[in-house]
């Protein structure tokens, strides 16, 4: 059962939520006060009876002939992936992926704020990057500690990952997103999530190849 009494949310249901998220984000810039299941299917990328299905966990079931109401459905989901906390983060490597990472504002918009960046390379210590400093990665448990960071970033390359990922983990972190292109091990009471580019693109190549759609998109946020 997940918080409120409710059953237990499916992994690829809360994967999912995001992309409701940022089509109803479009919908209430928009002005609109509803949207069907048809609408927000097509806007998501996914059919309406996942919609249905996947809004049904969150007990909201829309009504019929009107839809579901755009700002509850917003004020659901924001709960339900924690977007009404704030939640401190570090990014490891101020190289160019971290430094664009840092300087990306759409993070705090959401309720994820970049408080601290992180590099082991004398040369890039004491830079300035967007509002932050990179700071020595010896620094990295006081800084968890000192700034409450729920979620450590891994923008280094890929033979750094994984002595990154245990820094982290050491320091008190449970949550690692990871661009670096390479396979982390962790403790099994740590979440972590992998971005890869590279593959992403590779996946594209192979569809654009044969002229094909490769379905659901996979949406890169545009910056705020």
């Not at 949310?9 to 299941?37: F, G, H, K, M, Q």
């Not at 996914?46 to 004020?75: C, F, I, P, Q, W």
């Not at 990306?104 to 830079?127: E, H, M």
Request: glycine share 10%; proline share 5%; aromatic share 6%.
């Amino acid at each position: 059962m997940g918080h409120n009494g409710r059953r237990r949310i499916p992994e690829a249901t809360v994967a999912r939520l995001p992309l409701y998220y940022r089509s109803l984000i479009d919908c209430n810039e928009r002005d609109l006060a509803t949207v069907s299941s048809d609408q927000l299917a097509e806007l998501a990328g996914v059919n309406a009876a996942k919609v249905r299905k996947d809004l049904s966990y969150l007990g909201s079931y829309g009504t019929r002939g009107v839809g579901y109401d755009v700002e509850y459905l917003l004020h659901e989901i924001s709960r339900e992936l924690g977007l009404t906390q704030d939640w401190p983060c570090v990014i490891v490597g101020a190289g160019n992926l971290g430094a664009a990472l840092a300087n990306y504002r759409g993070f705090g918009a959401r309720g994820f704020r970049i408080v601290g960046l992180v590099d082991d390379a004398s040369d890039k210590v004491g830079q300035t990057v967007g509002e932050l400093t990179v700071e020595p990665m010896h620094t990295l448990a006081n800084m968890v500690n000192e700034r409450s960071i729920s979620i450590g970033i891994i923008a280094t390359p890929a033979s750094a990952a994984q002595p990154v990922a245990d820094a982290l983990i050491s320091a008190g972190i449970r949550s690692v997103l990871n661009f670096a292109p390479a396979v982390i091990s962790v403790p099994p009471n740590v979440s972590v999530r992998k971005v890869d580019l590279a593959t992403e693109l590779q996946i594209l190549s192979f569809y654009q190849l044969r002229g094909l759609t490769s379905g659901p998109a996979l949406v890169v946020d545009r910056p705020a």
